[in-house]
């Protein structure tokens, strides 16, 4: 049996606050170039230069960059439920943003280690 959780100051919940702002931003800078290179690769006239085409697996290795950095992102948007909450409170949801950090995080750095 787990302690009940302290509440927040205000100082951290503002850090929590500017956490998930952050990862806000992120999500909403990789969604808009994921759209447009979905854009560019579907709408974009054949032979032109700023299509875009899978021409080797740099390309590859990017999207999955991107796919987990979104996934991070994900991940930091659930710190909004702690703000709201002003603890934290161990449950599904802390195990379940625990997860979704933790293979955010590791696959972002070996999609880093490939891309170097």
Do not use: H
């Not at 659930?78 to 603890?87: F, H, R």
């Amino acid at each position: 049996m787990s302690l009940p959780a302290s509440p927040f100051t205000f100082g951290e919940r503002v850090g929590l606050v500017l956490l998930a702002e952050a990862s806000g931003i992120s999500a909403c800078a990789i969604i808009g170039l994921l759209s447009y290179i979905a854009y560019s690769a579907v709408c974009i006239t054949r032979g032109s230069s700023r299509r875009w085409r899978l021409g080797g697996p740099a390309e590859v290795y990017f999207l999955n960059q991107l796919g987990w950095d979104l996934v991070q992102a994900a991940g930091g948007l659930m710190n909004i439920k702690w703000v709201v909450d002003a603890s934290v409170q161990p449950g599904a949801f802390c195990s379940a943003q625990g997860a979704v950090k933790q293979m955010s995080d590791t696959g972002s750095a070996l999609s880093t280690l490939v891309c170097c």
